[in-house]
């Protein structure tokens, strides 16, 4: 890869940072970070959209999401991930996929990472069972992410950042659950469950649902 088309995050409205990651315009960069609460639970997601402006320096595009109500923390960073690409097939996004070469997730989980590429490979072919012969969890969410993975039009990558770490940001996406399972947290438990991975995305924040899965 050219080293001249690697910008330090850095360079935006924070000129002393540690500088770790690297992004590229050429590609479409999104931060995105999920978490939950267990008493009662709830979760929350965080996702910013980064381009690079016309003036050079780098934009950040934040795209609001509701807290869930009775979901788990791994089921939050899955679905961050969902909500980014429905909002980029169907046209809510604030930025074009069309415009990039490919698209490319900041995570610091690495349970989405590894298992991005497990249910695209992998389980799949287990009959998506993991290794001990047990149902994987969360697995109609990770379907529903290789399938809008598969219609974005460009490569889909996850790649590992430190979680809150002194990153512009990573900040951001990680501060938004908090505030959104908060929001989440006078959800009417009756509501009969769901799972997380149907749910269409929108830009409000006070929605809440529930999940299906516990794990």
């Known amino acids: 890869m050219d080293d001249a088309r690697l910008r330090p995050v850095g360079l935006y409205r924070r000129?002393?940072?540690?500088?770790?990651?690297?992004?590229?315009?050429?590609?479409l960069n999104v931060f995105i970070d999920g978490s939950s609460l267990s008493s009662p639970r709830r979760g929350g997601m965080g996702i910013v959209f980064v381009t690079e402006g016309p003036d050079g320096h780098w934009v950040e595009e934040p795209y609001e999401l509701p807290g869930v109500a009775g979901a788990t923390n791994n089921q939050m960073e899955i679905?961050?991930?969902?909500?980014?690409?429905?909002a980029i097939t169907?046209?809510?996004?604030?930025?074009?996929?069309?415009?990039?070469?490919?698209?490319?997730?900041?995570?610091d989980s690495q349970y989405l990472i590894d298992g991005f590429d497990s249910a695209r490979f992998t389980w799949p072919r287990a009959?998506?069972?993991?290794?001990?012969?047990?149902?994987v969890a969360n697995t109609a969410q990770w379907?529903?992410?290789?399938?809008?993975?598969?219609?974005?039009?460009?490569?889909?990558?996850?790649?590992?950042?430190?979680?809150?770490?002194d990153s512009l940001f990573n900040k951001r996406p990680t501060s938004w659950p908090r505030l959104a399972r908060r929001l989440s947290s006078s959800a009417d438990r009756s509501t009969p469950a769901r799972?997380?991975?149907n749910r269409p995305a929108r830009r409000s924040s006070a929605a809440t649902l529930t999940c299906s899965d516990s794990r």
Not at 99 to 106: A, D, E, G, M
């Open 143 to 165: 379907k529903e992410l290789v399938r809008l993975a598969g219609r974005a039009g460009r490569p889909v990558q996850f790649r590992w950042i430190k979680g809150h770490k």
């Open 127 to 135: 009959g998506w069972l993991s290794r001990d012969g047990n149902p």
């Open 195 to 197: 799972s997380a991975a």
């Open 79 to 86: 679905q961050a991930s969902i909500e980014a690409l429905q």
């Open 90 to 107: 169907r046209g809510r996004a604030p930025v074009n996929l069309a415009n990039y070469r490919k698209l490319v997730f900041w995570t």
């Open 15 to 27: 000129p002393i940072i540690r500088l770790v990651e690297y992004l590229d315009e050429r590609d």
